[in-house]
Nanobody, 127 residues
């Protein structure tokens, strides 16, 4: 089973920043749309950002727009999520996923067509 590996989570104070990484060793990420999801305890999994293959079109959930930035480094086969001005409500397990070539939500909370997943990294925003 092809898998992604997330890293970069941790404990940060409100207003702080973290950069999450999503890497793969067995397949090439640039050929896929890559999405970041998060899931807080007792809540549904939420798709928060996505970057398409090819042109690298990006999409963000309203909850993170203006604070989070998704990017690719094809040379390193890694996708990043830069998270600034973090808030306590950003506390969750963050997952990356790969699938398809476009970012498709169709009005729901998740990006569709994701085939490969990581195991997640915990982000905690607290004093």
């Amino acid at each position: 089973q092809l898998q992604l590996v997330e890293s970069g989570g941790g404990l940060v104070q409100p207003g702080g920043s973290l950069r999450l990484s999503c890497a793969a060793s067995e397949f090439t990420l640039e050929y896929y749309a890559i999405a970041w999801f998060r899931q807080a305890p007792g809540k549904e999994r939420e798709g928060i950002s996505c970057i398409s293959s090819g042109r690298g079109n990006t999409d963000y959930a309203d909850s993170v727009k203006g604070r989070f930035t998704i990017s690719r480094d094809n040379a390193d086969n890694t996708v990043y999520l830069q998270m600034n001005n973090l808030k306590p409500e950003d506390t969750a397990v963050y997952y990356c996923a790969a699938g398809g070539i476009m970012c498709v939500k169709k009005g729901g909370p998740v990006y569709l067509g994701m085939e490969f997943w990581g195991t997640g990294t915990q982000v905690t925003v607290s004093q």
